[in-house]
């Protein structure tokens, strides 16, 4: 299944106890101080950690996702209450005007084609204020990250509250240019069921990125470095002409 891992709900459900080192969110957390904004939009919320870290700190948010099951799990988090939860896109987005839009944890790399990385780009510039800022995280494709994504270096075994013992293991399935395919396999010893999840993401240069963000009407302001992972990110800071 296509994107399993966020939109299958047994699967959503151990998505946090699977990945719960979220230090990653930390320079994010940061730019919202550094930027004073006092309203952020989410885009690829998923199972909402981010969302509710805001809200916990007083920030207006809404977050937004295209996975109903993942949008389900966040949905039953401290602080989610003072969320506003949208199941959809960022390229159908109500009226909105923040000032800071956050797309954490390589979301933006999911937007395989040109026309729906465009739609995305255009419905958070449309969301932004003037002035307002996008802050978004792609890998660096010259670092070839999916050399790295084997059944042996990624696989694990985690016990979960009310899952049991899952086994989970990657395997790169295709590499087409910037594309790279690739399925992780979650295997459930309590009942032995094995679930795939098969993803494709796009590896896109910083030249390809300016282009794309200029046209949708922003300016690049900054490109920095992840702090978690030194010279293998770009984390961009773009500013709402």
């Not at 910083?206 to 030194?230: H, I, K, N």
């Amino acid at each position: 299944m296509r994107d399993a891992i966020y939109a299958y709900p047994r699967l959503a459900a151990i998505y946090d106890p699977l990945d719960p080192d979220r230090t990653d969110l930390v320079p994010y957390l940061e730019m919202v101080d550094e930027f004073g904004a006092t309203s952020v939009l989410d885009v690829g919320c998923g199972t909402g950690t981010f969302a509710c870290l805001l809200a916990a700190r007083g920030v207006e948010v809404v977050a937004v996702d295209p996975a109903a099951a993942s949008i389900d799990v966040a949905r039953t988090k401290s602080g989610a209450s003072s969320v506003r939860w949208i199941y959809g896109d960022a390229a159908s987005l109500p009226p909105l005007e923040v000032d800071l839009a956050t797309m954490t944890g390589n979301v933006a790399q999911m937007f395989v084609a040109d026309h729906e990385w465009s739609a995305t780009l255009i419905g958070i510039r449309s969301a932004l204020r003037a002035g307002g800022r996008f802050v978004f995280e792609t890998r660096d494709p010259a670092r070839r990250a999916w050399l790295e994504w084997d059944a042996e270096r990624t696989h694990t075994t985690t016990d979960i509250h009310g899952a049991g013992i899952v086994s989970s293991w990657c395997d790169v399935v295709d590499v087409n240019g910037p594309l790279v395919t690739y399925r992780y396999t979650f295997a459930f010893e309590d009942d032995g069921a094995q679930i795939e999840s098969e993803s494709v993401l796009r590896f896109r240069d910083r030249d390809e990125l300016a282009r794309s963000l200029t046209s949708a009407g922003f300016r690049v302001a900054d490109v920095r470095d992840a702090p978690d992972r030194p010279g293998r990110e770009f984390v961009y800071v773009a500013e709402a002409m």
